[in-house]
């Protein structure tokens, strides 16, 4: 069984920036692809960024420009630093694990407001 922990979460202005990183709780971390998704209220999950075990990543197209993802193997850890937040941005972000099985995490909430 993987835990996954997310945090960096929060409230911020239209602009701003957050970083969300997500801990893995295994030794075989550098295996696993990972991945962002996100769900707003009242509509469904959505990926957001990807990035496979050999470093390759994806992103969402209204993302593209704005958000990076990125891992470090040494410390299990995931992360996605999204810059020039926007209200539409506002959703719980979920961090996935998958290899031989499919992981979430429980998600961290993301609030772009004034």
């Known amino acids: 069984q993987v835990q996954l922990v997310e945090s960096g979460g929060g409230l911020v202005q239209p602009g701003g920036s957050l970083r969300l990183s997500c801990a893995a709780s295994?030794?075989?971390?550098?295996?696993?692809?990972m991945g962002w998704y996100r769900q707003a209220p009242g509509k469904q999950r959505e990926f957001v960024a990807g990035i496979t075990r050999d470093g390759s990543t994806q992103l969402l197209g209204s993302v593209k420009d704005r958000f990076t993802i990125s891992r470090d193997n040494a410390k299990n850890t995931v992360y996605l630093q999204m810059n020039s937040l926007k209200p539409e941005d506002t959703a719980v972000y979920y961090c996935k694990a998958s290899f031989t099985s499919v992981y979430w995490g429980q998600g961290t909430q993301v609030t772009v407001s004034s």
């Open positions: 295994v030794s075989t971390f550098r295996f696993y692809d």
